[in-house]
């Protein structure tokens, strides 16, 4: 035999609408929440994932983010190039150069595999979300697009003052360091071979000098004289000196 149900309370006519119009009169008083999108921009939290930003000078065409990825949005390119041996009588080798790097974000579902799976940090994510197209074709985006969301990625937390230089930042400054010192070897070529010019156009000195003496004459008027002497002992001309008016005078 089934047991009886237990009686039910009696409620009150018209409590449930005093407790809605309870609620709609406390939000009334409460400030407003709502954000002025577009010309208020929302503040995210830091790990935020937007989209995903690619490091292009990391990325060593591994594939491991292609194959990883569920939805198969993730599109590589690429060819091998030969690099000459870094030392003379070594081996050539050869490299796999990055053509293109693709991804359709009308696929992604954010899991964030590919950036996990990544082995040299070459993809991050970023809050940036303002990527609305009006074809769906057009949200399949190129390696330009992914590295300007490269630089809308928040900076790391701060690590502890022993801890080891994050290999972004080394990666950076060793690029801008190899760029900085290419730019001083340009320039002291270039000094260099500006004074070698200004040297090659100044006239060279003549071989001997002349020289010109003031005295008198044989008839006792002073006149002027120009030769060139040459030393007995060195064989090099040396100029005349000039007579003395007293000689000729005597």
Known sequence: MAEPLP?????????????????TLRTMTKKTVTAQYPDAQPE?????????G???????????CARECPDWCIYIDSHKETVPPAAPGGRERSRNVLDRFAI??????????????????ALFWSPEFEYAETDIHELT????KLREWMWTVPAPPALDPGAEEPKEL??????????AAEAATAATAA???????EQAAQPEPPAGGTTTTTG??????????????????????EPSKPSDPQDGAS
């Open 191 to 197: 000094e260099l071979a500006a004074r070698t010019a």
């Open 54 to 64: 690619l490091f292009e000078e990391n990325c060593t065409v591994c594939m491991l």
């Open 104 to 121: 359709d974000f009308s696929l992604c579902m954010y899991c964030g595999i590919c950036i996990e799976v990544c082995p040299f940090d």
């Open 7 to 23: 009686p039910t309370r009696s409620r009150i006519p018209g409590s449930g609408l005093a407790k809605g119009l309870a609620v």
């Open 44 to 52: 995210l939290p830091p790990r935020s994932r937007g989209v995903i």
């Open 216 to 237: 008198p004459t044989t008839d006792g008027t002073t006149g002027t004289t120009s030769g060139t002497t040459t030393d007995a002992t060195t064989g090099t001309p």
């Open 141 to 144: 985006h190129e390696r330009d």
């Open 170 to 179: 080394a990666a950076a400054r060793k690029t801008a360091d190899k760029l």
